[in-house]
């Protein structure tokens, strides 16, 4: 960061002090425009007034010392990281927010330290068992509830894998690896990013599927999980907004019998101004939910389920610079024409 940006950092810290603890999110984008402040740097309690007040705007649960807890155990990964809102348009739905890392760290050991997950949580022991792939380079990120705290560990693999890597890993559950002849059927050969939900007790793949998302793609993809495709309105809008060369696909799987609970397909970083169709909580989340990144990064994804039908959900950056992060991941973004050397290899082995 810019020498004059941490002076204006530092201007802001020294009058923030001055202002009623109960800041709103309107009150400090006002802030922001008149005083041309980024805070790019993570601060803690600024941070927990945007959570308390983004939860606020969006009828969400709230708990700060849930927050607390979670910055008093993660501080430095949030300092270090880049961080983003996630909600849902679901009414009454969760306010969740997660620390991307830029470099390898032991989150589970953190979690079991802090006593968010038990010292032999499975799910956990899963994480640990994949962080071991390709050298231990995969770097751990943390999702977190805005009122309960902890709710996901993911890993990011270092690039594109084949999904067998992934799930010949030892703890992986039976059920879940003998689902790989059907993810290869589907031509879902490569995954970037997998998952833990300690509050479901489910297991997430994401992804790198082919694009352009076709209607028999996104009707052979709903399917797995159950779920009816989207109508042509829906369905418009998706093959609109996704990358056009590969987007992110994610699969939703129980360890207990490898049943796929839901999918949900991604567009990172809409083009500015554009959105597609979103409901007002998530218009209501994008206004309000702060970003200070130099490049504002949001997105929407359309999750499908048999049992609790679809839902949109939405993410918006927060600090951290979390644009640059993701492209040095090698991220596709919305309607990109970008194409994975991966994908147009072939395929995995099988």
């Known amino acids: 960061m810019a020498g004059h940006g941490l002076g204006r950092v530092a201007l802001f810290e020294a009058i923030s002090t001055r202002v009623p603890a ?86 589970v050991a953190v979690a079991r330290r802090a006593g968010f997950i038990a010292a032999d949580d499975r799910l956990g022991d899963l994480v640990q068992a994949w962080n071991t792939l390709y050298d231990g380079t995969p770097e751990q990120s943390c999702d977190f509830d805005a009122a309960r705290g902890l709710t996901k560990t993911w890993l990011y693999l270092g690039g594109t894998r084949p999904v067998g890597d992934v799930l010949a890993v030892e703890p992986v559950p039976l059920p879940i690896r003998e689902r790989g002849p059907l993810f290869h059927s589907l031509g879902l050969d490569f995954v970037r990013h997998v998952c833990v939900d300690y509050d479901n007790g489910t297991v997430n793949l994401y992804f790198r599927a082919r694009g352009p998302l076709t209607e028999d793609q996104c009707r052979s993809f709903t399917a ?88 949109i959900k939405a993410e918006r950056s927060y600090c951290g610079d979390l644009v640059s992060l993701i492209k040095g991941w090698n991220t596709f973004f919305s309607q990109s024409e970008t194409t994975d050397p991966a994908l147009t290899a072939g395929g995995e082995k099988r």
């Not at 979670?70 to 990964?77: K, T």
């Not at 300092?79 to 760290?105: C, H, I, K, M, Q």
């Open 224 to 311: 797995l999980a159950g779920a009816a495709p989207p109508d042509r309105r829906l369905y418009g809008e998706m093959a609109t907004f996704l990358s056009q060369g590969a987007y992110t696909f994610s699969v939703t799987l129980s360890p207990g019998d490898g049943a796929i609970e839901r999918v949900a397909f991604y567009a990172l970083k809409l083009p500015e101004g554009s959105r597609p169709t979103v409901g007002d909580r998530l218009t209501m989340f994008f206004e309000k939910a702060p970003s200070f990144d130099p490049e504002e990064m949001n997105a929407v994804a359309w999750s499908f389920g048999s049992g609790s039908g679809t839902y």
């Open 22 to 107: 109960r800041l709103t999110v309107l009150s400090l984008a006002a802030w922001k425009e008149d005083l041309t402040v980024h805070p790019q740097q993570f601060s803690a309690p600024h941070f927990l007034e945007h959570v308390r007040a983004t939860a606020e705007a969006i009828g969400a649960p709230y708990s700060e010392a849930a927050t607390q807890a979670v910055l008093d155990a993660y501080g430095p990964m949030f300092a270090e990281g880049a961080v983003l809102w996630r909600a849902t348009d679901r009414p009454g739905g969760d306010l969740n927010y997660r620390f991307y890392a830029r470099r390898s760290t032991d989150t």
